[in-house]
């Protein structure tokens, strides 16, 4: 059974606090995602991986890094975590679009409380 | 730039009676087009999908959906919705002129009565 796995089920931090969120896909895919769902805006992009270290900005990249050294691993890390970033963080991961699916797997998600 | 409409925040039904969810897009490219559901607490996990072919896609749990490309649209339907598809549903466009990145709509929340 395909697996996306995100290490914490549910955080709570400080602001100014550095946060790691990591995720692990079994299924060896070329991409992975960091989405961020906040009710009413649906599912935002925040870094999009191709490739084992590359990376791309999605839509609202701002406040945020990511790190992938190996093609099963893909990291979000928010360097100074503010109250504006309290929301579920969902990681996907696809095989590219020439690889005849490319549907997304979905991690059961992060949810993150900053006080 | 694309876009994904999904004109109904929320939409409450009764349980065996039929359930249809819109979807509109825009996207200058050929979309692949997806539908995701979301029980609460959980992530989001495949209904359906098109690619190609034949308008009128199957997915699980009874789903179907149908692309008209003349709309831009591509509805979800279930004739007789079950307690258990109470949960939160998301269109999805799939960009084929990125790597492999999608637009999602806003999602739209469905209510099961008795």
């Known amino acids: 059974d395909v697996k996306v796995t995100q290490s914490s089920r549910y955080l709570v931090k400080r602001t100014g606090e550095k946060v790691f969120l990591e995720c692990v896909q079994d299924?060896?895919?070329?991409?992975m995602f960091w989405y961020r769902q906040d009710p009413g805006l649906g599912l935002r992009l925040i870094y999009f991986?191709?490739?084992?270290?590359?990376?791309e900005k999605g839509d609202i990249p701002e406040g945020y890094s990511v790190s992938r050294e190996k093609k099963e691993r893909f990291s979000l890390i928010l360097e100074s975590a503010s109250t504006n970033q309290t929301s579920m963080y969902l990681c996907?991961?696809?095989?590219?679009?020439?690889?005849?699916?490319?549907?997304?797997?979905f991690g059961e998600g992060s949810r993150l409380t900053v006080l | 730039a694309q876009s994904v409409t999904q004109p109904d925040i929320h939409i409450t039904v009764s349980e065996g009676a039929s359930l249809e969810l819109r979807c509109n897009y825009s996207?200058?490219?050929?979309?692949?087009l997806f539908w995701y559901v979301q029980s609460p607490g959980q992530g989001l996990q495949l209904l359906l999908k098109y690619f190609s072919g034949d308008t009128l896609v199957q997915g699980i749990k009874g789903f179907e959906a149908e692309f008209k490309r003349s709309q831009s649209s591509f509805n979800l339907r279930k004739p007789s919705v079950h307690w258990s598809d109470a949960a939160e549903y998301f269109c999805?466009?799939?960009?084929?002129?990125?790597?492999?990145?999608?637009?999602f709509g806003a999602g739209t929340q469905v209510v099961v009565t008795p």
């Open positions: 999805a466009v799939g960009l084929t002129d990125s790597w492999g990145k999608f637009q």
């Open positions: 996907a991961s696809s095989t590219s679009w020439g690889l005849n699916t490319g549907e997304l797997f």
């Open positions: 996207y200058g490219a050929t979309p692949y």
């Open positions: 299924m060896d895919h070329e991409n």
């Open positions: 991986s191709y490739d084992v270290k590359m990376k």
